[in-house]
């Protein structure tokens, strides 16, 4: 079987990381590896008896005949449904380090003799890690994450079908929810009614943080959403592992006024950033264009801008600014975007007459500029 990535641009990354041998575990990148593969056993928890689940997935640049997979004991459940590409698969495993030792045991029987192994630490349990450093005691082991974050960054057409498709039933299920409510149906029901919406168009629902009236925590409430109250929902839900994340508003009533202004002035901010989304412009024109909308605006100064990449995880490649608050370095500031690549941006406010409002919209990167995906319901959804 063919592997489903660019196997020339990840020999690529691995030779310029200087790495014999990568190492994947954590569940988002197996499945890209994999060509969407994901046990369905074990799809969303890990635990299981006394320990977890702890797949293992070994590549070699340049030599995809010694790749190999450790999978679980019953995981030829999957794999006889859904076959997979690396030619050495064991399933066997109930432990983390006993998946951590039959890859050590695959490693030595394939000749591989690894002197630095790019590993997922973040996502490694310790006594595994443990198995690995005793047992291959010559080897260096390095960040697998650079190499993995740039191997995802542009996505092919399958990849983008999925984020594209995964954006439209997010903003119908919030549409559909919307139109559903009636006074006093609290952030909870609202919340429970979103999901429900999601799982009819076939996705698999995250989250949802709603925010009513002059409330600004976004947790799911027992408070009722009033007559004449804004009423903000920012909701994910995975499409074929894909995250499809948007916020949508809407209001019980008619907006007033200064709802409008404040919504107008977003939907403003957010189309201009988009004017600096196209192949060959540098990640940080993204930002430079939002900031320079916002001081446009008569309520800017009180906006939260944000732009990040959007793929199997939130905030994943390309990262266009240096973010301390989550923690990372903006590698894609001084790169520019490629086609392919998908951008989350939103701009918010919280304003102590009007509630929070909030925009957030998916952007593809095009040869030709960019493809707004789910791009309805922007204004006041009015109920």
């Not at 450790?70 to 399933?91: F, R, S």
């Not at 191997?151 to 594209?164: G, M, T």
């Not at 907006?255 to 192949?279: G, K, N, S, W, Y």
């Not at 909030?358 to 995906?373: F, P, Q, S």
Request: with cysteine.
């Amino acid at each position: 079987m063919t592997p489903p990535f660019d196997t020339s641009k990840l020999d690529q990354l691995l030779e310029e990381a200087g790495a014999d041998l990568l190492l994947t575990v954590s569940k988002h990148n197996i499945q890209y590896l994999l060509g969407g593969y994901r046990y369905f056993f074990f799809a969303h928890g890990d635990a299981f008896a006394t320990d977890r689940y702890l797949p293992i997935l070994g590549y070699v640049p340049n030599k995809l005949e010694q790749a190999f997979y450790v999978g679980a004991g019953n995981e030829p459940w999957g794999l006889e449904v859904h076959p997979i590409w690396p030619p050495n698969i064991v399933t066997r495993s109930w432990t983390s380090i006993d998946a951590a030792a039959t890859a050590v045991e695959l490693i030595r029987k394939l000749g591989i003799g690894p002197r630095r192994i790019a590993v997922e630490s973040s996502f490694l349990p310790a006594d595994a890690m443990e198995v690995f450093r005793r047992e291959l005691p010559d080897a260096q082991f390095i960040a697998a994450f650079p190499v993995l974050e740039e191997l995802r960054a542009v996505k092919n057409k399958d990849e983008l079908q999925h984020i594209k498709d995964g954006a439209a039933a997010i903003v119908d299920s919030m549409l559909a929810t919307f139109q559903s409510a009636s006074p006093g149906l609290t952030e909870a029901e609202l919340v429970e009614r979103l999901r429900i919406e999601q799982s009819q168009r076939g996705l698999i629902f995250d989250y949802a943080l709603v925010t009513s009236g002059l409330k600004f925590g976004r947790a799911p409430s027992s408070r009722p959403w009033g007559s004449g109250e804004a009423l903000s929902l920012d909701t994910a839900g995975y499409c074929h592992g894909y995250l499809a994340d948007m916020a949508r508003m809407a209001v019980l009533g008619r907006p007033t006024p200064l709802m409008q202004d404040l919504l107008d002035e977003i939907r403003f901010v957010q189309d201009q950033a988009r004017l600096a989304v196209a192949p060959g412009r540098f990640g940080k024109e993204v930002y430079q264009a939002g900031y320079a909308a916002t001081e446009k605006c008569k309520f800017g100064k009180s906006f939260g801008f944000v732009a990040h990449g959007m793929g199997l995880i939130s905030h994943e490649a390309p990262r266009l600014r240096h973010n301390d608050e989550i923690g990372y370095e903006g590698a894609h500031a001084e790169r520019p975007l490629e086609p392919g690549m998908v951008l989350s941006i939103e701009t918010g406010i919280k304003h102590p007459e009007a509630g929070f409002v909030k925009l957030e919209d998916t952007l593809a990167v095009t040869e030709t500029g960019w493809e707004a995906y789910g791009d309805w319901g922007r204004n006041w959804n009015q109920v």
